[in-house]
């Protein structure tokens, strides 16, 4: 268990005294995959920092399974540093090293032998699925094989806990999904907890179980993932949730008929779109008046606004069919949130 307990940060700048997190609560579970999530200078990669010191918060406490890391010091710091291990957006491999070599890296510097190095390092470039480009130079990779390298460095002090700090911000999208999908396949499997700092809401739909979102250094908003973007309580969560807001807002202001809004969480896609399955069956005719969604692998994410026309009995008809689906939620609307 990760628990940041009233956690403050404050900088000392030319202009003043800057406030980067003020106040933050987070309880992070054992074996989770844990969002963080806000615009550029919400605070999310100083809180990242704060987990395992790499910046002291101000006032407040990181505990770790009991342990107040911010009262450790000196070699007991470093012992639960490496257990703490981090990944970031730019990937900081040894350009001079072979993939094998940066690997063995961690190892050698915390007393391995050569050879029980090389066995580890190699297992790890097997999970990550690059063994065979072990004697190959960061250079030669592309960006998500230097990703995959670089978790599998983080790997090798058997961390429990790993943080990635915008890790997947400068991959393609296609290259994202499959960097989160070997991050999923690695909580599952060793167990380790994940700690994701992002600003990309696909991110947080597609890998994270739990989410909280950062604005102006607080905590706007916290809970599971399928909860939060369904009903987003708080100014910053709506603003991530539906950027298109105005867009919706517009829509809404425009239209004669009861309004559903459809948010897919990673529904499954099918060969029949939800909403034709639905008119067919129900024999409801749904207009569709306003649609945000997006296909990551083969789920479907994003939001739409239903026009449904026929009173209420049509509505309360078309919420029981659509929310019979996994990962999509369904609710009426009659005023912009």
Known sequence: MIEINHVSKTFQTADGSLDALKDVNIRIPDGDIFGIIGMSGAGKSTLVRCINMLERPSSGSV???????????????????????????????????????????PLELAGSSKAAARARAMELLELVGLADKARTYPAQLSGGQQQRVAIARALAMDPKILLCDEATSALD?????????????????????????????????????????????????QGEVSEVFAHPGSAAARRLVFPDGGAEALVMNQTHDRLIRVIFNGAEATCTP????????????????????????????????????????????????????????????????
């Open 63 to 105: 505990v770790i399974d009991g342990c107040d890391v911010g009262m450790l010091s000196g070699p007991a710091l470093r012992a639960l540093r490496r257990k703490i291990a981090m990944i970031f957006q730019g990937f900081n491999l040894l350009m001079q090293r072979s993939c094998l070599k940066n690997v063995c890296f």
């Open 173 to 221: 999208p296609t290259t994202t999904n499959s960097i989160l999908s070997l991050i999923r396949s690695i909580n599952e499997t060793l167990g380790i907890t994940v700690v994701i700092i992002t600003h990309q809401m696909s991110v947080v739909e597609s890998v994270c179980r739990h989410v909280a979102i950062l604005d102006g250094g607080t905590v706007a908003e």
């Open 274 to 337: 939800l909403i034709a399955r639905m008119a067919l069956e129900k024999g409801i005719a749904a207009n569709i008046a306003y649609a945000s969604t997006k296909s990551i692998g083969k789920k479907a994410y994003g939001s739409m606004l239903l026009g449904i026309s026929g009173g209420g009995e049509a509505v309360k008809t078309a919420l029981d069919y659509l929310r019979q689906t996994p990962d999509v939620l369904a609710e009426e609307v009659t005023a912009y949130v």
